[in-house]
Nanobody, 114 residues
Framework: VQLQASGGGLVQPGGSLRLSCAVS????????MGWYRRTPGNQRELVAT???????NYADSVKGRFTISGDFAKNTAYLQMNMLKLEDTAVYYC?????????WGQGTLVTVSS
């Protein structure tokens, strides 16, 4: 099983980016899927998760700015990030639980800078 994350990059404050995470190599639907991030000097923190039922969970710091969505038929999750702030700069990691096992993507760098 592999998680392929994409969509990171450099954006100015107030800008937008969309991250994608695709699970390959599994016939079992991932549930839930989500995004975490690690900033320099900090531990990895939850950004957002989505379950097969459509239930979502967000970190307080991104509520109202980020939206997570999922296409569970394709085992793919998306993170739409709007109104990006300097403090959103981090490596973003895709996460998926498949059965009893957890999987992580390789990380994609998001840099918010003017």
């Amino acid at each position: 099983v592999q998680l392929q994350a994409s969509g990171g990059g450099l954006v100015q404050p107030g800008g937008s980016l969309r991250l994608s995470c695709a699970v390959s190599g599994s016939i079992i639907t991932a549930n839930p899927m989500g995004w975490y991030r690690r900033t320099p000097g900090n531990q990895r923190e939850l950004v957002a998760t989505i379950s097969f039922s459509g239930s979502t969970n967000y970190a307080d710091s991104v509520k109202g700015r980020f939206t997570i969505s999922g296409d569970f038929a394709k085992n793919t999750a998306y993170l739409q990030m709007n109104m990006l702030k300097l403090e959103d700069t981090a490596v973003y990691y895709c996460h998926a639980q498949i059965g009893r096992r957890e999987y992580w993507g390789q990380g994609t760098l998001v840099t918010v800078s003017s």
